[in-house]
């Protein structure tokens, strides 16, 4: 079954430093997302992307954080001066449609220091 | 804005007993309602959905019922086995993105 890839699994950096997520959404689908779960707490929505351009994004969201499709497979987020609240599990899901099935890959764990 | 409860935190059954998680949305807009199973460590997984223009929606063991009046959706799971320990999350869509609930660890005792 195909499967939303994301690396690296585990990223530490220290703080004020920029950081770069990548994901691999399933090859077929044209509805990126980036979420986040803080250790012991909901997934929350940051944005949406389709067409190459966002199509939705949450407060949290802020001036700091950008995502692109630098080529036909790749979606990334970046975060450009990292913060200690930063830190997270940060998953990146696709789908093939609007408000369908969203799959999940197994998520980065970021750790701000 | 939009928001979800779910309710309760954490769950525990007996091998065999059924399990009912629940969900409340706010938004009445809102017309997509999935339900997340994430183990430790691991991905969410999609285990069930289900749409406004339907009441309930039944695969094998699981079962998610929703009342669009009183804006509560559920998650009936039924013969649980110790692998269904997990946590799940609620969610619910106007839009693209998913709104989640806060989670229920439920742990199947053998």
């Known amino acids: 079954e195909p499967e939303v890839t994301q690396t690296p699994s585990h990223q530490v950096t220290q703080m004020g430093q920029e950081v770069i997520l990548r994901c691999v959404p399933i090859?077929?689908?044209?509805?990126f997302y980036w979420y986040r779960q803080i250790l012991g707490q909901k997934v929350e929505f940051l944005v949406s992307?389709?067409?190459?351009?966002?199509?939705?994004k949450s407060e949290i969201f802020d001036d700091q954080f950008s995502v692109e499709r630098p080529d036909g497979s790749n979606f990334t987020l970046k975060i450009r001066s990292t913060k200690l609240e930063d830190s997270a599990m940060y998953f990146c899901?696709?789908?093939?449609?609007?408000?369908?099935?969203?799959?999940f890959g197994a998520g980065t764990r970021l750790s701000v220091l | 804005g939009e928001n979800v409860e779910q309710h309760p935190s954490t769950l525990s059954v007996q091998e065999g007993d059924s399990a009912v998680i629940k969900c409340t949305y706010s938004?009445?807009?809102?017309?997509?309602f999935p339900w997340y199973k994430q183990e430790l460590g691991k991905r969410p997984q999609l285990i069930i959905d289900?749409?406004?223009?339907?009441g309930e929606k039944k695969d094998q063991r699981i079962a998610v019922t929703l009342n669009k009046t009183a804006k509560h959706f559920s998650l009936h799971i039924t013969e649980t086995q110790p692998e269904d320990s997990a946590v799940y999350f609620c969610?619910?869509?106007?839009?693209?993105?998913?709104?989640f609930g806060t989670g229920t660890r439920l742990q199947v005792f053998p």
């Open positions: 899901a696709s789908s093939d449609a609007p408000k369908n099935i969203q799959y």
């Open positions: 090859s077929n689908h044209l509805y």
């Open positions: 992307f389709y067409n190459n351009e966002i199509s939705e």
């Open positions: 938004d009445s807009a809102s017309n997509y």
């Open positions: 289900i749409r406004s223009n339907v």
């Open positions: 969610a619910a869509s106007i839009t693209d993105k998913l709104i």
